[in-house]
């Protein structure tokens, strides 16, 4: 039954019913919530859908995308809990993007953070409609009504919502802000751990990625393009290409410098193989542009040259300069850290499925940011909104990569061009040599404790390829570099905060947890240096600073979350407790402990590892993470141990370096993961909470490194400040 | 020339270039899509198939030499039925994106064939050449030994936590 909106109000937030006869639909619009504010409906609405058919059907409808996080799960979970659904009979589907409801973009670990309150409104309102369905039919309160199992009961009468799904589409809806919400102590569906529904299609290849797209009389491309960051094709000879069987179309398509899109030589086949066969036979003269001389040693010493120079003050809290210089030597430290450019390297490769016809065009997209994808589509089609559809797919990795639109204009201008469906592909060489990557920086941070091991003076200056930068944003380069080391918890008496950017031509951009795994990686490191200097246990450094319940501002941003430091002592104390901190190991054995605040959710990690001859094996990760409410707690383990893998990849095997304006490391044969045998035991702790919930997808990612690498030095007396851990580092 | 296999217990007949890697003959031109495309030079795994009961990277083998071979994919793999190391991925919630699953699986598949008994360092030595980037290695671990000991008939794969 096709479903048609009815009756949209603004009352609180947007809402409609459709009365369509045989399904009660729903939709309502989930307003992003903006920090530090209540939710209001106002920015980036989105649309998402209650189903229920008269055969009792279910279906619920998530807007965001899965990429493996386990959205399609969690958001219809919520849903469900106020609709008192089992959730064995609940059908999940992804929302198509509707272009006058706009926020389906997925990241910044925001997805349940910030849908779930305006989910469980809709959903008690859809309750509060059947309910008054049934009580209307027996003729009795709807006070006297109860909900569960997908029915609503008065004493041991019954009726199913499938019985009650007509009557309750013609009743209006509840205002949103009056309807009667759950009470935590009443969840069945929110708290518990429930199986992901997109699990068992992913076990027997039925599971839709972007790349398993296919669409009658499609075709396949592929883009040549400039090795050099910033490089383009002054011309091209497609003539032994154009001869290949299969072989389609050889065109140039232009580089877009909004979504930083490379441009390029495109192939066009009727298998991707050929297209990709084709593709090496072409002659290209390339312009390689102002940046082919770049490598990363170059990088390192502009960083240098940076830090030793006068930088920008962004916060400035007391004197550390004069108290730094006043402390006496034994107690003062100055240590630099870098990290290096790290890949996204999701297992699929970028891709989109495009087809533009005079009057339409849709898009099959494996993508974090279907409303940009569409806007590409719209550009390079000329076509108004209304007539472009973008279907969201599932996706192999995200973890930042997919919220760019560079691939989606590129299948655009391919598409434009043949006239068919186009599936354009990337290589694994394209996808890592032309990634938006992790930035590289450089930190140095200088400070003293006293004799009490208070921290007098704590000085940060840093320098990075600042992402903020890199995209023309109008907030200054910093904006995007320095995360929560703007609200240290540690509240040192003197606090001083210096950045520059540094130039580079390599693309950049929101790699899993973003600032944060550098500026965690630092924080936390040079924690454990000033506890180290002041004598004390890290562990217990840490919570002698973090006082009872103090909330400490964001320094730069006062509409910022402030960060409370009960929360994150308490994810230590967790992590601590769990991990067995201060229990002796065997020799060549050592922990490492580490919090960090980002995404308003809190995560300790303790990290146990062994060295033998310079070789670290990582043997044990204990977790606790403070989230608020944990929706589907089986998913928030998963992406716990998801990110710290993440996070110990990044850490101790994977890099991208620079050499003459390209990236060194194009495939898995050079980018190393860590391995299942060198995979450690991962514990997930989750501290109870009744807060509303905040992000998971990233915040343990921050908080491994430096854990980590406190645990090396544990055991070698080595301290590792440049990410990842290098050849010989521990020799 | 046309180059006959069987895939999934059919006869198929193919007319591409031998030298084409088999994924691609099972992607674009046999639609069987369950077998994916990750780094096309045998590094991560994604792409692994059974050729006559062998695990084998498909992004480099030339479809030349699977003439008159059995090939088993993903979608062939339990014959729509669902297969204990199948079983055992949804009860240990394996999965997290899902693009590297059909490689895993069919790698453990034909390692559990070799070895019906094995220790957690014995799958951890089969499986380490298969990459995740969602790091559920250690959820993978345990769905191995799952199987294994479902398939020996000590217990059942379809635990709690299983199914849809």
Known sequence: MSATAAGMTRRGLLKSVGSVGAALVISFEVPRQVKGEPAKPVINPVKAWIKIEQNGTVTLAYNKSEMGQGISTALPMILAEELALDWKDVQVEHAMLDREHLGQGTGGSGSVAGSCTPMRKAGAAAREMLVTAAAQRWDVSPESCSVRGGAVWHGTDKLSYGELVESASQLPVPDFEKVRLKKPEEFQIIGKPMPRKDIPSKTDGSATFGLDVRVPGMVYAVVARCPVFGGTAKSFDATKAKAMKGVLDVFQIEADNGVHSTGGVAVVAETTYIAMQARKQLQIDWDYGPHASESSETLRRQFRRLVDSQMKVVLNQGDADAAISGAPAEKRIECDYELGFQAHATMEPMNCTVHIQADRAEAWAPTQAPEWTAEMIGKVSGLPPEKIAVHTTYMGGGFGRRYQADFALEAAQVAKRVGKPVQLVWSREDDMTHDFYRPASYHRVSGAVDKDGNIVAWRHKSTSTSIAQYWGDKAPPESSELGSSVQNPYLPKNYKLEYLPADSGVPRAWWRSVEASQIGFVMESFMDELAHAAGADPYEFRIAKLGDGRKVKNGTDPKGTPLDTARFKGVLQLAAEKSGWGKPLPSGRGRGIAAHFSFDSYVANVVEVSVSNGTVRVERVTSAVDIGTAVNPEGVRAQVESAIIYGLTAALKSEITIENGRAVESNFNRFATLAMKETPQIDVHIVPSTLEPTGIGEPALPPTAPALMSAIFAVTGKRIRRLPLKRGDLA | ?164
């Not at chain 2, 895939?7 to 890697?21: I, L, R």
């Not at chain 2, 990750?38 to 030349?64: K, L, M, N, Y």
């Open chain 2, 1 to 164: 020339m046309a180059i006959s296999f069987e895939v999934n217990g059919q006869a198929k007949s193919v007319d591409v270039d031998p030298q084409t890697p088999l994924l691609w003959v099972l992607r674009d031109t046999l639609n069987l899509t369950g077998t994916k495309y990750g780094c096309g030079i045998a590094a991560c795994g994604a792409c692994t198939v059974h050729i006559d009961g062998e695990p084998a990277r498909s992004c480099v083998f030339p479809v030349a030499s699977v003439a008159g071979k059995k090939v088993t994919t993903i979608e062939g793999l339990a014959n729509g039925h669902r297969h204990p190391v199948q079983e055992a991925w949804i009860a240990e919630q394996a999965v997290q994106c899902g693009y590297c699953q059909s490689g895993q699986i069919m790698t453990a598949v034909a390692f559990l064939k070799k070895n019906p008994a094995p220790t957690a360092a014995d799958v951890d030595e089969a499986m380490s050449n298969n990459i995740c980037r969602c790091g559920t290695a250690q959820r993978m671990r345990a769905a191995v030994l799952r199987a294994a000991e479902a398939m020996r008939g000590k217990g059942s794969a379809n635990a709690a936590g299983g199914g849809q």
